[in-house]
C-alpha cells in the first residue's frame, strides 16, 4: 500500500512540474550553427570528444524556419536564434578566418602532439592567418579542446551532414590543402573551432583604389610598418572582375567596394572623414609619435601616428598617383614625406575623434571636366576644364574627344590669364595648345558642345573624355605630366511627359549598385549615384503638359472632323455663310474622338480637355421623345419661311416645325457630317434658299437622318423645344461581320 501511495505521488509531483508558468516568455537562445536542410541544424555547442582522441557522433536537432529567418544554404554555417523551438533569425556567421591551409606544424615543447599551429592562406583578405589547434588532452577546463568538424553537402546541394575529427593532426583527418573556417575564443589564439569543407565564400566589403582595367589596391592587404622609423612596405594590387552593377569607376578614385567570389558587384564613392589640403603639421610628444594634420586653416586636428606600445596599428599613409594609362598606390612614411600643401583624404573612426587615422592618402594636383548643365538634344552646354589646385605650369595641350554623332565643337573660351595658341579639329576631336600666365594653372577654359538634334524621348549618357599633358616647373627643373579626366554627359529631351514623373518617383532612393541602377542612372541629374528629390524636381519642371497655365475655359458644340480639326458652332455667323475650321489641342483626359460625332467640348488655352456626347433635344411630350430619327417627308409654309417635318423615331413617327430667321444667334443653322472613315466634313445647308424646281429645301431630302440640338423652352403655349441647330448625317457604308455564337 505503501508503495502504492509513493508511486502516486511522485506521479503528481511529475505532472505538476511539467506544467509551464503561464504568461512566461520564453528566452531566445543564440547557438554557431550548420544547417543540414529541410528543418535540421547541427548545434556546435552539443559536441565533444570522446576521451582524448576519438571524436564524439555528431547529433542533429530540429527546428521550424521561421519566414524572417530567411532562405538558409545547406552545409553553410550560421548564428541563429532560436525561440520556442523556432529559429527566428540566421545570420551568416563571421569566421575570423577563411581560406586553405598552408601549412601545419606542432608547436615546440609539446610532446604530446596536443597543440598544432595551423596556417590558411585567406585569399578574400589576401593575408596569411595563423592559430592554434588544441586537444582536450592538455586537460584546462576554462579553456575547452578546438572542435573539428567536418562539413560535407549531398551532391545535389539540397542538404549536408556534420561529423567529428580528430584535432590530432597526424591522423590526417584534416591536412593541407583543406578548406577551412575557423572560429576563434575572444582575446587567444586557440581556434573554439575548426570547420573543414568546401564553403561558399560570404560578399567583403572593402575599401580600395581603382587602378584601371580590373586592378584595385585593396586597403585591407597592406599592413603599415612603424614607418616613422622604418622603410613602409610596398603596396599590392589585387585583380576582380567588374560586374556591371558596379557602375562605370573613375581611374585612381576610392571606392567602397563588395567582392563576391572574385567579382565587385558593387562600387559606391567611399566618403571621408575629411578632405582637402594640408595647411598644418604640429609634433606630438615625443616626436617619434605622429603628428597632429590640420586641413584648409581649420581648428580641428587629424591625429596621425606610428606604431608604438600603446598604438596597435600605424596611419596607413598611401600616395595616389594618376596617370593617361591608369593608375598607382604608393606607401609613404608618416613624418618624412607628407608636407604642407598636399591634398589629402582622411578616414577615422566616425565616433572618436581623438583615435588614430586609419588611412591616409595622398593626391598630386588632379584634373576635373564637369558639365555646368544637363545636355538637352538641339542646345549646346558647357564643359569646365580645371586643375583641383593651382599648378606650376605654363604650357599645356588639351586633347578632347566625344562621340561625332551624337555632339558637335562649338567653341572652346579660356580661362582669364590662359591664350590659345592652337586649335586643331576633327569629328569628335578637339586638340588645344594653350599658355598660362605666371606658371599659376588652374581653371584653363571651357569647351562648348552642341547636342545634335535628334526625335527622341529617351535619355542616355555619352562620355566627353580629356587628357592634358603640361609642363610643371619644381625649382630649376622642369618635366611634362599627363592627366587624364571625364565626364559623364547626360543627355535628354527639352521636356518630359507625365509618365517620365511616374517612373522618376517610382527609382526615388535608388542608388549605385542597386539591382535597378542600370536604368535609373539615366536619371541621375545631379549626378550624385541616387535618385533624389532635386532628380525629380528636375523632371516635374520640365513637363510638357499641354496646359501652360490655369485655363480659363470655354464649352462649345461642336463637330470632331479627325486629328486636331472641329467645326465649332460658336464659329459659324449664321444661314449663307462658309463653314470654318477650328483647330485645338486635344487632351489625354479628353478620350478618344469619333470622327462625324457631335460633341459639348470644353477647351482652355486652345486644349480640348474634355468632350462628352452632345445630346439631341427632347420633345417634351409624354414620354419625351428625343428629336432624331429619319425625315419621312415635310411640307413648306409662309412662303419658305417655315417647314414642318415628319420624323421617324425609335418611339414613333412626330412632326416638328423649324423657323428660318437670318438673325444671328437666334439660331445657328442646318448642317450636313458626312463621314469619311478617320475623317469627316461639315456643309451649311442654305435653308432659306428654295427650289421651285424641286419645292422643297436645298440640300435636303426625305430620308435623311437628323439629329435636332437645343434646349427646353417656355412658351405663351406652354412648354416647347428650342433647336437651335439641325445635323442631317450621311453614314459611310460599312461591312460587318458579326459571330452568331460564342467560340467553342
Same mark, same amino acid.
Request: glycine share 8%; charged share 20%.
Given at each position: 500500500?505503501?508503495?502504492?501511495?509513493?508511486?502516486?505521488?511522485?506521479?503528481?509531483?511529475?505532472?505538476?512540474?511539467?506544467?509551464?508558468?503561464?504568461?512566461?516568455?520564453?528566452?531566445?537562445?543564440?547557438?554557431?550553427?550548420?544547417?543540414?536542410?529541410?528543418?535540421?541544424?547541427?548545434?556546435?555547442?552539443?559536441?565533444?570528444?570522446?576521451?582524448?582522441?576519438?571524436?564524439?557522433?555528431?547529433?542533429?536537432?530540429?527546428?521550424?524556419?521561421?519566414?524572417?529567418?530567411?532562405?538558409?544554404?545547406?552545409?553553410?554555417?550560421?548564428?541563429?536564434?532560436?525561440?520556442?523551438?523556432?529559429?527566428?533569425?540566421?545570420?551568416?556567421?563571421?569566421?575570423?578566418?577563411?581560406?586553405?591551409?598552408?601549412?601545419?606544424?606542432?608547436?615546440?615543447?609539446?610532446?604530446?602532439?596536443?597543440?598544432?599551429?595551423?596556417?590558411?592562406?585567406?585569399?578574400?583578405?589576401?593575408?596569411?592567418?595563423?592559430?592554434?589547434?588544441?586537444?582536450?588532452?592538455?586537460?584546462?577546463?576554462?579553456?575547452?579542446?578546438?572542435?573539428?568538424?567536418?562539413?560535407?553537402?549531398?551532391?545535389?546541394?539540397?542538404?549536408?551532414?556534420?561529423?567529428?575529427?580528430?584535432?590530432?593532426?597526424?591522423?590526417?583527418?584534416?591536412?593541407?590543402?583543406?578548406?577551412?573556417?575557423?572560429?576563434?575564443?575572444?582575446?587567444?589564439?586557440?581556434?573554439?573551432?575548426?570547420?573543414?569543407?568546401?564553403?561558399?565564400?560570404?560578399?567583403?566589403?572593402?575599401?580600395?583604389?581603382?587602378?584601371?582595367?580590373?586592378?584595385?589596391?585593396?586597403?585591407?592587404?597592406?599592413?603599415?610598418?612603424?614607418?616613422?622609423?622604418?622603410?613602409? &612596405?610596398?603596396? /599590392?594590387?589585387?585583380?576582380? *572582375?567588374? #560586374?556591371?552593377? @558596379?557602375?562605370? !569607376?573613375?581611374?585612381?578614385?576610392?571606392? =567602397?567596394?563588395?567582392?563576391?567570389?572574385?567579382?565587385?558587384?558593387?562600387?559606391?564613392?567611399?566618403?571621408?572623414?575629411?578632405?582637402?589640403?594640408?595647411?598644418?603639421?604640429?609634433?606630438?610628444?615625443?616626436?617619434?609619435?605622429?603628428?597632429?594634420?590640420?586641413?584648409?586653416?581649420?581648428?580641428?586636428?587629424?591625429?596621425?601616428?606610428?606604431?608604438?606600445?600603446?598604438?596597435?596599428?600605424?596611419?596607413?599613409?598611401?600616395?595616389?598617383?594618376?596617370?593617361?594609362?591608369?593608375?598607382?598606390?604608393?606607401?609613404?612614411?608618416?613624418?618624412?614625406?607628407?608636407?604642407?600643401?598636399?591634398?589629402?583624404?582622411?578616414?577615422?573612426?566616425?565616433?572618436?575623434?581623438?583615435?588614430?587615422?586609419?588611412?591616409?592618402?595622398?593626391?598630386?594636383?588632379?584634373?576635373?571636366?564637369?558639365?555646368?548643365?544637363?545636355?538637352?538634344?538641339?542646345?549646346?552646354? &558647357?564643359?569646365? /576644364?580645371?586643375?583641383?589646385? *593651382?599648378? #606650376?605650369?605654363? @604650357?599645356?595641350? !588639351?586633347?578632347?574627344?566625344?562621340?561625332? =554623332?551624337?555632339?558637335?565643337?562649338?567653341?572652346?573660351?579660356?580661362?582669364?590669364?590662359?591664350?590659345?595658341?592652337?586649335?586643331?579639329?576633327?569629328?569628335?576631336?578637339?586638340?588645344?595648345?594653350?599658355?598660362?600666365?605666371?606658371?599659376?594653372?588652374?581653371?584653363?577654359?571651357?569647351?562648348?558642345?552642341?547636342?545634335?538634334?535628334?526625335?527622341?524621348?529617351?535619355?542616355?549618357?555619352?562620355?566627353?573624355?580629356?587628357?592634358?599633358?603640361?609642363?610643371?616647373?619644381?625649382?630649376?627643373?622642369?618635366?611634362?605630366?599627363?592627366?587624364?579626366?571625364?565626364?559623364?554627359?547626360?543627355?535628354?529631351?527639352?521636356?518630359?511627359?507625365?509618365?517620365?514623373?511616374?517612373?522618376?518617383?517610382?527609382?526615388?532612393?535608388?542608388?549605385?549598385?542597386?539591382?535597378?541602377?542600370?536604368?535609373?542612372?539615366?536619371?541621375?541629374?545631379?549626378?550624385?549615384?541616387?535618385?533624389?528629390?532635386?532628380?525629380?524636381?528636375?523632371?516635374?519642371?520640365?513637363?510638357?503638359?499641354?496646359?501652360?497655365?490655369?485655363?480659363?475655359?470655354?464649352?462649345?458644340?461642336?463637330?470632331?472632323?479627325?486629328?486636331?480639326?472641329?467645326?465649332?458652332?460658336?464659329?459659324?455667323?449664321?444661314?449663307?455663310?462658309?463653314?470654318?475650321?477650328?483647330?485645338?489641342?486635344?487632351?489625354?483626359?479628353?478620350?478618344?474622338?469619333?470622327?462625324?460625332?457631335?460633341?459639348?467640348?470644353?477647351?482652355?488655352?486652345?486644349?480640348?480637355?474634355?468632350?462628352?456626347?452632345?445630346?439631341?433635344?427632347?420633345?417634351?411630350?409624354?414620354?419625351?421623345?428625343?428629336?432624331?430619327?429619319?425625315?419621312?417627308?415635310?411640307?413648306?409654309?409662309?412662303?419658305?419661311?417655315?417647314?414642318?417635318?415628319?420624323?421617324?423615331?425609335?418611339?414613333?413617327?412626330?412632326?416638328?416645325?423649324?423657323?428660318?430667321?437670318?438673325?444671328?444667334?437666334?439660331?445657328?443653322?442646318?448642317?450636313?457630317?458626312?463621314?469619311?472613315?478617320?475623317?469627316?466634313?461639315?456643309?451649311?445647308?442654305?435653308?432659306?434658299?428654295?427650289?421651285?424646281?424641286?419645292?422643297?429645301?436645298?440640300?435636303?431630302?426625305?430620308?435623311?437622318?437628323?439629329?435636332?440640338?437645343?434646349?427646353?423652352?417656355?412658351?405663351?403655349?406652354?412648354?416647347?423645344?428650342?433647336?437651335?441647330?439641325?445635323?442631317?448625317?450621311?453614314?459611310?457604308?460599312?461591312?460587318?461581320?458579326?459571330?452568331?455564337?460564342?467560340?467553342?
Amino acid at each position: 500500500m505503501k508503495k502504492i501511495l509513493s508511486i502516486i505521488l511522485a506521479m503528481i509531483m511529475t505532472f505538476t512540474l511539467a506544467v509551464p508558468v503561464m504568461g512566461a516568455e520564453p528566452e531566445p537562445q543564440t547557438y554557431r550553427a550548420v544547417y543540414l536542410g529541410g528543418n535540421e541544424f547541427f548545434i556546435e555547442d552539443t559536441y565533444r570528444l570522446e576521451g582524448v582522441t576519438s571524436p564524439n557522433p555528431t547529433t542533429v536537432t530540429t527546428y521550424e524556419i521561421s519566414p524572417a529567418a530567411g532562405n538558409l544554404k545547406a552545409g553553410e554555417i550560421y548564428d541563429i536564434t532560436v525561440t520556442n523551438g523556432v529559429v527566428s533569425v540566421a545570420i551568416a556567421a563571421e569566421a575570423s578566418g577563411h581560406g586553405r591551409i598552408t601549412r601545419i606544424q606542432g608547436l615546440v615543447g609539446d610532446i604530446q602532439q596536443a597543440r598544432y599551429l595551423i596556417t590558411i592562406w585567406d585569399e578574400d583578405d589576401a593575408r596569411e592567418f595563423s592559430f592554434v589547434v588544441e586537444n582536450e588532452y592538455l586537460n584546462r577546463p576554462e579553456q575547452p579542446f578546438t572542435k573539428v568538424l567536418g562539413v560535407n553537402r549531398t551532391t545535389d546541394g539540397s542538404g549536408a551532414i556534420v561529423q567529428g575529427l580528430s584535432p590530432f593532426a597526424h591522423r590526417e583527418d584534416y591536412t593541407i590543402g583543406d578548406t577551412v573556417k575557423v572560429f576563434y575564443r575572444p582575446s587567444v589564439s586557440v581556434a573554439a573551432a575548426m570547420y573543414v569543407g568546401d564553403f561558399e565564400r560570404s560578399p567583403k566589403n572593402y575599401r580600395a583604389v581603382y587602378l584601371g582595367g580590373n586592378e584595385f589596391f585593396n586597403e585591407t592587404t597592406y599592413t603599415a610598418t612603424s614607418a616613422i622609423f622604418f622603410p613602409p &612596405t610596398a603596396t /599590392t594590387v589585387k585583380t576582380y *572582375e567588374i #560586374a556591371q552593377t @558596379a557602375g562605370s !569607376l573613375k581611374t585612381g578614385e576610392i571606392y =567602397d567596394i563588395t567582392v563576391d567570389s572574385g567579382v565587385v558587384v558593387a562600387a559606391k564613392e567611399s566618403k571621408a572623414s575629411v578632405h582637402g589640403t594640408i595647411t598644418n603639421i604640429e609634433p606630438m610628444v615625443p616626436l617619434a609619435s605622429g603628428y597632429w594634420a590640420y586641413l584648409d586653416n581649420e581648428t580641428e586636428r587629424y591625429p596621425v601616428r606610428g606604431r608604438s606600445p600603446t598604438v596597435p596599428a600605424s596611419t596607413k599613409i598611401i600616395k595616389v598617383n594618376r596617370a593617361a594609362d591608369g593608375a598607382n598606390t604608393q606607401a609613404l612614411r608618416i613624418n618624412t614625406d607628407v608636407a604642407v600643401g598636399d591634398k589629402v583624404k582622411i578616414f577615422r573612426p566616425d565616433d572618436d575623434p581623438d583615435a588614430t587615422v586609419e588611412a591616409m592618402y595622398v593626391f598630386d594636383e588632379d584634373l576635373n571636366i564637369t558639365a555646368t548643365k544637363n545636355a538637352v538634344y538641339g542646345e549646346s552646354f &558647357t564643359l569646365n /576644364t580645371a586643375f583641383d589646385k *593651382e599648378t #606650376a605650369s605654363n @604650357a599645356a595641350i !588639351l586633347s578632347y574627344t566625344w562621340d561625332a =554623332d551624337l555632339f558637335k565643337y562649338e567653341d572652346f573660351t579660356p580661362a582669364e590669364g590662359v591664350t590659345v595658341l592652337d586649335t586643331q579639329l576633327s569629328d569628335g576631336f578637339a586638340k588645344i595648345t594653350v599658355m598660362i600666365d605666371d606658371y599659376k594653372a588652374n581653371v584653363l577654359g571651357n569647351l562648348v558642345l552642341s547636342v545634335k538634334a535628334e526625335d527622341t524621348n529617351s535619355n542616355l549618357i555619352s562620355t566627353v573624355n580629356l587628357a592634358v599633358e603640361y609642363v610643371v616647373k619644381d625649382g630649376d627643373n622642369k618635366f611634362v605630366k599627363t592627366r587624364i579626366a571625364s565626364a559623364d554627359v547626360l543627355v535628354s529631351p527639352p521636356s518630359f511627359t507625365l509618365i517620365d514623373l511616374s517612373n522618376i518617383i517610382d527609382w526615388f532612393g535608388i542608388k549605385t549598385g542597386e539591382p535597378e541602377w542600370e536604368k535609373a542612372r539615366l536619371w541621375d541629374f545631379n549626378k550624385n549615384g541616387e535618385i533624389d528629390i532635386f532628380d525629380i524636381a528636375y523632371v516635374a519642371q520640365r513637363i510638357n503638359s499641354l496646359i501652360t497655365k490655369a485655363p480659363e475655359t470655354q464649352t462649345y458644340r461642336a463637330v470632331y472632323l479627325g486629328g486636331n480639326e472641329f467645326f465649332n458652332e460658336s464659329t459659324y455667323p449664321g444661314p449663307a455663310a462658309p463653314i470654318t475650321i477650328t483647330t485645338y489641342q486635344i487632351a489625354p483626359a479628353a478620350g478618344t474622338l469619333e470622327p462625324g460625332e457631335v460633341y459639348d467640348i470644353t477647351v482652355g488655352n486652345g486644349v480640348v480637355l474634355e468632350a462628352k456626347l452632345s445630346q439631341v433635344a427632347v420633345r417634351p411630350r409624354t414620354p419625351p421623345t428625343p428629336l432624331e430619327g429619319t425625315i419621312v417627308s415635310f411640307s413648306v409654309s409662309f412662303v419658305g419661311m417655315q417647314f414642318s417635318l415628319q420624323l421617324d423615331t425609335p418611339v414613333g413617327t412626330i412632326g416638328y416645325i423649324w423657323g428660318v430667321s437670318r438673325h444671328p444667334g437666334v439660331k445657328k443653322g442646318m448642317f450636313r457630317i458626312t463621314q469619311m472613315g478617320d475623317n469627316a466634313t461639315v456643309e451649311a445647308v442654305f435653308e432659306d434658299v428654295f427650289d421651285l424646281t424641286r419645292g422643297m429645301w436645298c440640300g435636303l431630302n426625305a430620308g435623311d437622318y437628323v439629329k435636332m440640338y437645343g434646349t427646353p423652352a417656355e412658351q405663351e403655349y406652354g412648354p416647347a423645344t428650342h433647336v437651335d441647330s439641325i445635323y442631317i448625317i450621311d453614314f459611310d457604308e460599312e461591312i460587318k461581320i458579326t459571330a452568331t455564337q460564342n467560340a467553342v
